[in-house]
């Protein structure tokens, strides 16, 4: 007999899905505490569903899975930090990028209905 959270058990626990749960453990993100070899069933361990929240939390705030995994694996809060950093420039970068696309439409909606006047020429050569 198996001890510790079945993998419905700690989905409920944590707020990640199955799915998102089977496939952190193929990816090597989060990978249960023991997997009955003869069944395949994934058993979690109480103690995992702290590092399971920071999942949540790094996730929700963007971060790809990659990313995710070394700011877990970080052997030092310098490390992490830096990892941290460089997502959030990334985010600000979008963020300046979503802001001049806003700027761009409210310009595009701010000209006059009619817009320019075409004026047709003749050029001799």
Do not use: C, W
Not at 27 to 40: I, K, N, Q, S
Not at 55 to 60: C, E, G, S, T
Request: aromatic share 4%.
């Amino acid at each position: 007999m198996h001890t510790g959270m079945t993998v419905g058990e700690f989905s409920r626990a944590t707020h990640l899905s199955v799915k998102t749960l089977r496939h952190y453990h193929d990816v090597a993100l989060l990978t249960p505490a023991d997997v009955d070899p003869a069944t395949g069933y994934r058993y979690y361990s109480p103690d995992q569903v702290p590092t399971a929240q920071v999942i949540v939390r790094l996730r929700n705030l963007d971060m790809p899975v990659a990313d995710v995994k070394a700011v877990l694996a970080a052997e030092d809060v310098s490390t992490r930090n830096q990892l941290i950093a460089a997502h959030l420039a990334r985010l600000e970068n979008r963020l300046a990028q979503a802001q001049s696309a806003v700027e761009s439409l409210r310009d595009l909606l701010a000209r006059p209905v009619h817009g320019s006047t075409i004026e047709y020429r003749t050029v001799r050569e």
